[in-house]
């Protein structure tokens, strides 16, 4: 579930909030608010499309976990799906976390 929207960290381009399929965020004219926070499908679009890491999606469908934007900073937690997933932030590279060169088709 949506966890945390950091307002140190967002650049207000309002990209969680068009990418996010169950409409969870609200535009501001500033940093988007988490508006229904009850509707998140722990889906982690907004959080692997925020440009700056400043989403975290917590991985517990249920919730919310509580989990403060500190702890996940101090966690190294944020941007952590998009790492996980190989995304480099437009950065070359991130192909060596891909495993699926090993795959051999069987003759
Ligand atoms: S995608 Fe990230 S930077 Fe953009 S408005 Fe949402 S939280 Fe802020
Ligand atoms: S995890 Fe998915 S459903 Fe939940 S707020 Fe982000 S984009 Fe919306």
Redesign the pocket.
Same mark, same amino acid.
């Given at each position: 579930?949506?966890e945390i929207v950091s307002a140190t960290r967002c650049v207000e381009c309002d990209i @969680?909030v068009k990418?996010?399929?169950?409409n969870?965020?609200d535009a501001t004219g500033g940093v988007p608010v &988490?508006a229904r926070q009850e509707?998140?499908?722990? @889906?982690? +679009?907004?959080?692997i499309y925020c440009p700056t890491d400043a +989403?975290y &999606?917590a991985e517990v469908a249920e919730g919310p976990t509580g989990i403060s934007e500190a702890e996940v900073e101090a966690r190294h937690l944020f941007g952590g799906y998009a790492r996980a997933l190989g995304w480099r932030r437009g950065k070359a590279g991130g192909s060596q976390f891909d495993p699926t060169h090993r795959i051999r088709v069987a003759q």
């Open positions: 579930m949506i @969680c990418v996010c399929p169950a969870v965020f &988490v509707d998140c499908q722990t @889906c982690f +679009l907004c959080e +989403l &999606v």
